[in-house]
């Protein structure tokens, strides 16, 4: 037969070995897999128990290239999920690297909406309207009480016509019918725009159920 | 009386209180389990809570929190699970495995070298089982090489169901009736067990996926079936566990998920790679 009894495999060094300062270290080790453990590591405790370990992490994902490490560090921020960790990640909102950027973006809708909202909210009225955009589609996706009313906001004063359809998406995506007198304005804003008035009418037919 | 809240009207745990025990559940074990599942949660908590004695929930949840043994939260975990499956469910993930999927593994392999297979929430055994028999019937280079099965759940009385090996009729259900007379001896109208050859070759361990510890054990898997299992885990969950996949497998080694789940939804580190009879999703060379 050529199926064996499986050997009993001899356990890595456990992750809680390191000290934090050690972790630290490894964040820049020239191993991948050693800097995936270190971020494992840094995520897996309370961000308090481990002083700098946020900046850290969010700094090593400013350099690093490897995709397994990435997505590591990515894990440990949002397993972090306080303030810090989201403000650390938003400014990847704006890198050209588009893995990164969505990467951060499904992290940031995985963390808590009441730590990423006051740190992704601003961002809705940034100078660069891919940004306004990014941020309209996560607050979309933020179960928060000022959801709503902040994406009302972008529809009644944001100068781009894109940005604004991003926000109507996002309340079309939330399924609220509240968000239909509001989508509707958007009409009178851009009373030319045939891309408008197609989101418009699918938005009365989403809500209206026809 | 054993009272499971403080609430006047005595019917399940408080929202203060369900919401304290999944945030512990899920921190400890990965389970997550949202306000839907709250009839679930409450029986099973009620009836532990009565098993123990316990007097109220706060005293119930600082026992799972600090009992030395951890004996209660094991106790717990097993009542938590479901465990429902049956010999050959979803083969053609099997036929995937035995068509395409191990010839690519071996591919450029000496002959002898080990193969390491793992199934991940095994419950009773049926799925390791699955898979020793399809490999000894189904692929023909079987004989090339030196094949680990690895089989783990969180849950010990599943296990050692499993190590046991016996099962009802119902179990046996998409089983040809060939395979059964070979691979399993007639206990009795209800029962059969499996051949002694195969529950000895299958290495049954109790593991929680959402422990890193425990997990640091599991290197140089080839494939990995976690199937219908992380749906009982939270997006975050679902990440950790990817990415604690990723480090256990062997460039290359595939991951195999139940019908209704994608890899996509989890985490950016698999490819998805189409075959034939399924699809599977493969770590990077490098």
């Known amino acids: 037969m050529a199926l064996v009894k499986a050997r009993k495999m001899a356990t890595a060094a456990p992750a809680g070995t390191a000290d934090g300062g050690d972790w630290l270290t490894r964040l820049d080790d020239a191993d991948p897999a050693q800097r995936r453990r270190a971020a494992h590591a840094l995520g897996a405790h309370p961000p308090d128990g481990r002083p700098g370990a946020v900046p850290a992490l969010s700094a090593r994902l400013a350099r690093e290239e490897e995709p397994s490490v990435r997505e590591a560090l990515l894990t440990a921020l949002v397993r972090a999920g306080t303030g810090e960790a989201a403000a650390a990640l938003v400014p990847y909102l704006a890198s050209e690297d588009v893995g990164l950027r969505n990467g951060v973006i499904e992290s940031l809708q995985q963390m808590p909406a009441a730590v990423v909202m006051p740190e992704v909210a601003p961002l809705l009225e940034a100078g660069d309207s891919d940004l306004r955009i990014f941020a309209a589609q996560l607050v979309g996706k933020l179960p928060h009480p000022d959801r709503l009313a902040l994406l009302a906001g972008v529809i009644g004063r944001d100068p781009h016509v894109n940005v604004c359809l991003a926000a109507v998406e996002a309340l079309m995506d939330g399924g609220d019918p509240a968000a239909l007198p509001v989508v509707e304005r958007l009409a009178a804003r851009f009373p030319d725009d045939p891309f408008v008035a197609f989101s418009v009418d699918a938005a009365r037919r989403l809500f209206s159920g026809a | 009386m054993t009272r499971l809240s403080d609430k006047d009207d005595g019917e399940g745990l408080s929202a203060a209180d369900y919401d304290a025990f999944c945030r512990f559940l899920r921190e400890r074990t990965g389970l997550s389990f949202t306000e839907a599942k709250r009839y ?35 106790l717990l975990v097993n009542r938590m699970t479901v465990n429902e499956t049956y010999f050959f469910r979803e083969m053609y993930q099997l036929d995937c495995l035995v068509n395409a999927a191990l010839d690519e593994v071996v591919r450029g392999r000496e002959l002898g070298s080990r193969v390491r297979i793992w199934s991940v929430g095994c419950a009773t055994g049926e799925e390791p089982y699955s898979i020793a028999i399809t490999l000894l019937e189904r692929w023909s280079r079987v004989d090339d090489f ?141």
């Open chain 2, 40 to 74: 679930f949660v409450d029986r099973r908590v009620a009836e532990r809570m009565a098993a123990v004695g316990a007097p109220d929930f706060r005293h119930y949840l600082n026992l799972l929190r600090f009992q030395a043994s951890g004996e209660e939260l094991q």
């Open chain 2, 146 to 286: 030196e094949i680990e099965l690895h089989a783990s759940d969180i849950d010990s009385h599943v296990l050692a169901r499993a190590r046991e090996g016996i099962y009802e009729e119902r179990s046996l259900q998409a089983l040809p009736r060939h395979l059964i007379a070979k691979y399993f001896t007639r206990l009795d109208d209800q029962r059969w067990q499996i051949m002694e050859e195969l529950r000895e070759s299958i290495d049954f361990s109790l593991v929680n996926i959402a422990d890193p510890q425990q997990m640091a054990a599991f290197r140089g898997m080839d494939v990995i079936f976690c199937r219908n299992l992380l749906i009982y885990f939270d997006d975050l969950g679902r990440r950790e566990a990817a990415s604690m996949f990723y480090d256990a497998l062997s460039p290359c080694g595939f991951v195999c998920l139940g019908h209704s789940e994608s890899m996509s939804r989890m985490s950016s580190l698999f490819v998805p790679r189409r075959f034939p009879d399924a699809i599977l999703y493969q770590k990077p060379q490098s």
